[in-house]
T-cell receptor
Framework: GAGVSQTPSNKVTEKGKYVELRCDPI?????LYWYRQSLGQGPEFLIY????????DSGLPNDRFFAVRPEGSVSTLKIQRTERGDSAVYLC??????????FGEGSRLTVL | EDQVTQSPEALRLQEGESSSLNCSYT??????LFWYRQDPGKGPEFLFT???AGEEKEKERLKATLTKKESFLHITAPKPEDSATYLC?????????????FGEGTQLTVNP
């Protein structure tokens, strides 16, 4: 497809479980970003990849959150020991090193 | 720390009733200010980038302007399809890549 693809679109899990969220960026985009958006809030930066490496992971809230982009394309956001406070929409965006980001539709995570 | 404050939180207009949305920001050095549109259940969609005070950008019924402390998104003769949440974001000089700090958004409703 032409846009950023995120799967799953919805994920319901129980407290304490492990979750993986996948992002397939626009082909050719070198930069990939993860943001988190809670209801009624703006997106909050989590991590930024340039190529395969995490150039800035200072937005990750704690060590339960981890993200990879092993081949410089698809990325996976991993959340261990989920907590109810992790419930949010996780947005992925791709682009180049400008502020013009192309966002996916997000993965809505609900932790019961 | 970057701060982005948008007002009003919500705005209801009649079709054809022009108005403006405000974005006030505090950053140590502005690299760029960005406006995005977000429809329910979707990711943000890029609208404009502004780089320096006095700059203006236009697209259809929307015009964005920038001063040293704030940005305005002017909506002229809006239509119901302009209903969405409008997000403002800043990119600071010292941050890596395209890390953006978003405001909480203004939810615009245009009634026919």
């Amino acid at each position: 497809g032409a846009g950023v693809s995120q799967t799953p679109s919805n994920k319901v899990t129980e407290k304490g479980k492990y979750v993986e969220l996948r992002c397939d960026p626009i082909s050719g985009h070198t930069a990939l970003y993860w943001y988190r958006q809670s209801l009624g809030q703006g997106p909050e930066f989590l991590i930024y990849f340039q190529g395969t490496g995490a150039a800035d992971d200072s937005g990750l809230p704690n060590d339960r959150f981890f993200a990879v982009r092993p081949e410089g394309s698809v990325s996976t956001l991993k959340i261990q020991r989920t907590e109810r406070g992790d419930s949010a929409v996780y947005l992925c965006a791709s682009g180049f090193n400008t502020g013009e980001l192309f966002f996916g539709e997000g993965s809505r995570l609900t932790v019961l | 720390e970057d701060q982005v404050t948008q007002s009003p939180e919500a705005l209801r207009l009649q079709e054809g009733e022009s108005s403006s949305l405000n974005c006030s920001y505090t950053v140590s050095g502005l690299r760029g200010l960005f406006w995005y549109r977000q429809d329910p259940g979707k990711g943000p969609e890029f609208l404009f980038t502004l780089y320096s005070a006095g700059e203006e950008k236009e697209k259809e019924r929307l015009k964005a302007t920038l001063t040293k402390k704030e940005s305005f998104l002017h909506i002229t003769a809006p239509k119901p399809e302009d209903s969405a949440t409008y997000l403002c974001a800043v990119q600071e000089m010292r941050t890596s890549g395209s890390r953006l700090t978003f405001g909480e958004g203004t939810q615009l409703t245009v009634n026919p």
